[in-house]
């Protein structure tokens, strides 16, 4: 079956087909193609109001940390980029070393005030956090060799008893 776009290609340019023809065919194809896939992307969202719940749910989930953290992202890729853009040759050394600065002397200013926000907001400090990790995986590791010790004090004294209880042939 020939779609119907086709047929009014073909209709325009008096049937015959020649390079024009098939790439009007290919471009049809592309765009049919791509609004069934726009199409299928949409439905599977949900209905056309739902990207602007989800901007509106980000707004009320937004903190002052989020909202840090996010620029902290933002300004630590923007320094790669630089650097990137530097080595490439598309930015003059000089320039490229005053922008750097400044993102970098922002992002330092962003990380101290997360640190200060973490400290007043009730979260521990980086350091405490490591310190909390180090306890708990020192006491998993004691459990564990107190559990790989118990272990080996039931199969040596089993051991002993499992040879008393056979007979001797």
Known sequence: MVPPGWILILQINHWRIDAPVVFLFISWAAVIGIGLFLG???????DAGGLAQAADEDAVRSTPRSELMSEKRSLLKAVKEMEFERDMGKISDADANHIIGFYR?????????LDALGEDDGEASVRERIEREVKARVA?????????????TKTKTAAPAKEESEPSS
């Open 105 to 113: 002397a922002r992002a330092i200013a962003v990380m101290k005030r």
């Open 40 to 46: 299928h992307a949409a439905m599977a969202y949900g």
């Open 140 to 152: 998993v590791d004691r459990r564990a060799a107190k559990a790989k010790a118990k272990a080996k």
